[in-house]
């Protein structure tokens, strides 16, 4: 599920319209997993934490629409609304067009999980994580190749998804932490173009 590229920077926090919690009782765990992530897609606003081995990691916040906030470390920060990329670095902000058509492009399910057609997904039982109860699960999809595991609050939220992915014959493993889903204090202003 993770490509290295500035796309997979923006969306790789991004992971959920679904089910209601009676039904997701009768449900199979792919269900349970599209239904964890239209319910992550369909959320107003939320926090992420990505990291991939050693070094600072990034942070994303999400404010729905159509504004997404990538701070990468020490290196700078991405800012995207709608349409337009602003990209903070060494104290500048340059203004440009949004890759890849913008956010709406960059959330959905298939970017999430990829071909529906394609995707396995295995109860692995519950575990808590940092005092959360969740359920877990094995995900493999073929295409495209990824396999990861993930974790559902009993909300129906996802709280964290390690991800394993090739990328030109080396292999990645990326830490995803979610927090603060609709949460009305996350705001991302417009920055000023300096």
């Not at 057609?117 to 295995?122: Q, R």
């Amino acid at each position: 599920m993770i490509k290295t590229s500035l796309s997979a920077t923006l969306t790789a926090p991004v992971l959920l319209l679904g089910l209601s919690a009676s039904s997701l009782a009768w449900a199979g765990p792919k269900e349970e997993v599209v239904a964890a992530v239209d319910k992550f897609l369909a959320a107003k606003s939320y926090h992420a934490v990505m990291s991939m081995g050693p070094g600072p990691g990034t942070e994303t916040d999400f404010v729905a629409p159509d504004r997404m906030r990538v701070k990468m470390g020490t290196m700078g920060e991405q800012i995207m609304i709608g349409n337009t990329l602003y990209l903070t670095m060494q104290g500048k902000t340059s203004k440009q067009a949004a890759p890849n058509g913008g956010i709406a492009q960059l959330r959905t399910r298939d970017k999430v999980l990829g071909n529906l057609a394609t995707l396995k997904v295995t109860a692995a039982g519950t575990e808590n994580l940092g005092g959360v109860a969740t359920k877990k699960y094995k995900i493999d999809n073929t295409q495209p190749k990824s396999s990861s595991t993930f974790w559902v609050n009993a909300d129906g939220y996802p709280v964290q998804s390690v991800n394993i992915a090739d990328v030109n014959g080396k292999q990645y493993t990326s830490t995803l932490k979610y927090s603060r889903f609709n949460d009305p204090s996350i705001k991302i202003p417009v920055p000023a173009v300096k």
